[in-house]
């Protein structure tokens, strides 16, 4: 046996080798710097559409609940001479309540065009009448203009603060997808179905307009529905800060993306980007405008943008709101000279005339605060039980949701075969046993990533082309399977060579030659710009399986997860084209949060089904569960194979399973 055996976990030659891997550093935060990478016309069209189920995930709406109805209710109207004013709440979904004022003209024939109208961190809300914005004035005006327009409360603010507090939210409701951010955006979405169902107003003419976080909620709002058709972001759209507050900072909504690319999924519709010179968004007709603009010039619409920018302090000021008179009387109005829509003056009315709840108790069904993730977490279970397989045709329905709903939860990008690098090191030499086997020390990644996945590859010998690999990932990495004193591997791996498999071993993100990298994830708004530890290992096992799967030396791949690895193995496993999945369970509480917490804290991982989808995605494969004690939960697994005909592909064992068993598992086939 030759003499370096104590070497044989480590990638380099020297046992203090270390892997350099990008993603230790640069890690992003609401404020670091954003420079827009550019798109030619396939790029951008291939990013649109997965970035729109990016946001959507991250926000909370995959998969979608059941629609409810909204309960609107208007009343308290104040009739002036040419607009009228009234109270309205409605029910994005029973008990949670959105809560506004209808801006309508009068002495005008519709149906109008409609326009809803976020505010944004103002101290008053919606109501805020001062000079840098006055959201009653806009909405006058606007009214005045021949606009229905819907201003509504931010979470928390003015009668929604009656039911909940704006900075909602935190990790445990994060691995449900709910946040304060998916809450407002679920306003918006219901305030289009709200104003579509007014018979004074044009379906088909539908804008969004607001200032700040106001801005945030339009742009947002503006690329997940198309039903938005002329937009105005006002001072937020910059690539340098990306939103301040909790409201701004879904978690996994900006992952290797920034606000210029959820602003340009406006294309081709009009958007106008109003800036100020006192704030973020200073270098917009420099910076954000001509990023944005280079998008629209691939739908040829270069005219359906534009830029204007206001000599002042963070604002939605008379001069800024003039600008997005004139842009949607150009767009909705069909105004010839869109200058000519200046602002006229205008009286706001007293608080208690507008707020909804001031003469009127709040629904006594209204959810509390503290009931919201309970609510929330019954409709979502619900939601997965309706999408339940019961046969190959829903099997297939429930991959093509689900399987990018649990892909955009952990972040993971699925490479092409081709993208997938594999290396050996310099310095690193193969090993050669006296026994019929080999070792070659590797590095696995994605080009143009940065990411370093060490591995070591046995293969029996002599090799005869051709031999099925298996993949085999340990919780507490490669040096686990191997005897650091005789450098011997463990007889799992000896016994797949016996059986003419190659095996390969890779340490994945943070465990093995990664696990000295000081990463912290408790910062703020961390998971909103930066994948998590556990969502990188499940990335790294896919990202090595893509790099054997489809090649012409390699006849099928098989996947072992050991301990907690089995966890990151299951998530993983319905991306790649595996034969055979072994998953050591590790005795994981599947039905904990806390669990989750604590081992596994991925945004949206539970809104999207967890182990539960990620078995489905397996499915009819060889799958085998064993550790599960009397904690992990596969009844919804057995099922699913049991209704497509497949039970005979599916082992769940309580005990773990001997390395004998796993072997005869994995080579029956």
Known sequence: ???????????????????????????????????????????????????????????????????????????????????????????????????????????????????????????????????????????INFAKQGYVIFAYDMLGYNDSGKQIEHRYGGAREGLWGLSAMGLQLQSGIRAIDFLQSLVDVDAERIGCTGASGGGTQTFILTAVDERIKVSAPVNMISATMQGGCLCENAPNLRLDVSNLEIGALMAPRPLLLVSATGDWTVKTPTVEYPAIRSIYEHFNAADKVHQVQVDAEHNYNRESREAVYAWFAKWFLGAEDASAFKEIEFQVELDDALLVFSEREIPSHALKQEDFLPAWVARSEQALENRKPTNDTELQTFREEMESGLQHALGLQVPKITDVTLVEPEGAFPTTYQTSLSARHLVIGRKGVGDTIPAILFSPEPQVGHDPIVLIVHAEGKEKLIDMETGEP???????????????????????????????????????????????????????????????????????????????????????DVKNVVIDTDGFDNSSDDAFLKTLPIPSIR?????????????????????????????WIREVYRN????????????????????????EA
């Open 490 to 576: 463990s007889s799992l791996i000896t016994d797949l060579l016996a059986a003419d498999r190659k095996v390969l071993l890779i340490d994945v993100f943070g465990v093995g030659e990664h696990e000295d990298y000081d990463r912290p994830e408790d910062t703020s708004f961390f998971t909103t710009y930066n994948r998590t530890a556990a969502a990188l290992r499940v990335q790294d096992i896919v990202t090595a399986l893509r790099c054997f799967t489809g090649r012409g030396d390699v006849s099928e791949v098989n996947l072992i997860g050991i301990g907690e690895a089995g966890l990151w193995s299951l998530l993983a496993a319905g991306f790649t």
């Open 607 to 635: 809104r999207v089904g967890d182990f539960r989808t990620a078995g489905t995605l397996v499915t009819p494969r060889n799958l085998i569960l064993h550790n599960t004690g009397n904690v992990f939960e596969t009844a």
């Open 644 to 667: 497509i005909g497949a039970s005979d592909e599916l082992l769940v064992a309580e005990a773990r399973l001997s390395d004998e068993e796993i072997v005869g598992r994995v080579t």
């Open 1 to 139: 046996m030759a003499e370096q055996h104590h070497e044989l976990a480590h990638v380099f030659s020297e046992p203090s080798g270390r892997v350099n891997d990008a993603r230790a550093g640069g890690l992003r935060d609401v404020n670091t710097p954003y420079t827009f990478p550019g798109y030619t016309e396939a790029e951008w069209l291939e990013k649109a559409d997965a970035l729109r189920q990016q946001i959507r995930v991250a926000n909370g709406l995959i998969p979608a609940h059941e629609p409810t109805p909204l309960n609107a209710e208007i009343f308290g109207k104040i009739e002036r001479e040419d607009y009228s004013i009234e109270k309205v709440y409605f029910e994005p979904f029973p008990g949670f309540f959105t809560t506004g004022n209808l801006y309508r003209p009068l002495g005008k024939s519709g149906p109008f065009p409609g326009i809803v109208s976020p505010h944004g961190h103002w101290g008053r809300g919606r109501l805020e009448n001062i000079e840098r914005g006055s959201i009653p004035g806009r909405c």
